[in-house]
């Protein structure tokens, strides 16, 4: 008797097979752009802890959803423009919700806004020029720092650790400032 062959659910696409946009991947993007009203209205309506459970939740998928979709090929178009879509949205959200609610200083806020916004519509303007910009390692420490940031200033923590959370915050918008800057200068290294 001979084994029956994978079902296409099953079986892993071959290298230049196209991929459907339906793969767990981007249904937990999907997911994480579905959720963002929801944290914010957490946050606004003063459930703290419920908000820091929400925001947790959905930067795991941020990190769960590329480690699937890299280890079984599943890699989309879709997957490529959403996921830091969704990304940007929800870090967004976070800190405008923050300083709403009076827990951060709108500077903070404007600064990694117009780093992280400055810097995609950069990479926009130099895809179509046919330049793709990966991420950096200095990207991902700087996505880890505002991740954890953020998670500080949403969980309800006794007072003393207001100062702790702030320097954590200021590493963030540091780190965010210095990539943004080194971003750019590679940029033109490589004309």
């Known amino acids: 008797m001979t084994a029956a062959a994978p079902t296409s659910a099953a079986?892993?696409?071959?290298?230049?097979?196209?991929?459907?946009?339906?793969?767990?991947?981007?249904?937990l993007t999907s997911l994480r752009i579905l959720f963002i009203p929801v944290f914010a209205w957490l946050v606004l309506t003063g459930h703290d802890w419920w908000g820091f459970a929400v925001f947790v939740l959905l930067m795991a998928t941020d990190k769960l959803d590329g480690d699937i979709a890299r280890a079984?090929?599943?890699?989309?178009?879709?997957?490529?423009?959403?996921?830091?879509?969704?990304?940007?949205?929800?870090?967004?959200?976070?800190?405008?919700?923050?300083?709403?609610?009076?827990?951060?200083?709108?500077?903070?806020?404007?600064?990694?806004?117009?780093?992280?916004?400055?810097?995609?519509?950069?990479?926009?303007?130099?895809?179509?020029?046919?330049?793709?910009?990966?991420?950096?390692?200095?990207?991902?420490?700087?996505?880890?720092?505002?991740?954890?940031?953020?998670?500080?200033?949403?969980?309800?923590?006794?007072?003393w650790m207001d100062v702790p959370s702030f320097i954590v915050m200021l590493l963030a918008v540091l780190v965010t400032v210095v990539t943004g800057v080194q971003y750019l200068v590679d940029s033109k290294k490589e004309n």
């Open 72 to 159: 079984k090929n599943l890699v989309t178009n879709f997957g490529k423009i959403a996921d830091p879509i969704a990304d940007k949205a929800l870090m967004a959200t976070a800190l405008i919700c923050l300083n709403i609610v009076s827990a951060l200083p709108v500077w903070v806020t404007v600064v990694i806004l117009l780093r992280e916004f400055g810097i995609t519509v950069w990479r926009m303007v130099l895809l179509r020029h046919g330049k793709v910009v990966p991420a950096s390692r200095g990207g991902k420490l700087k996505t880890t720092l505002q991740a954890l940031a953020v998670a500080l200033y949403l969980c309800p923590l006794p007072a």
């Open 11 to 27: 079986r892993r696409p071959s290298a230049g097979e196209e991929v459907s946009n339906w793969n767990v991947p981007n249904v």
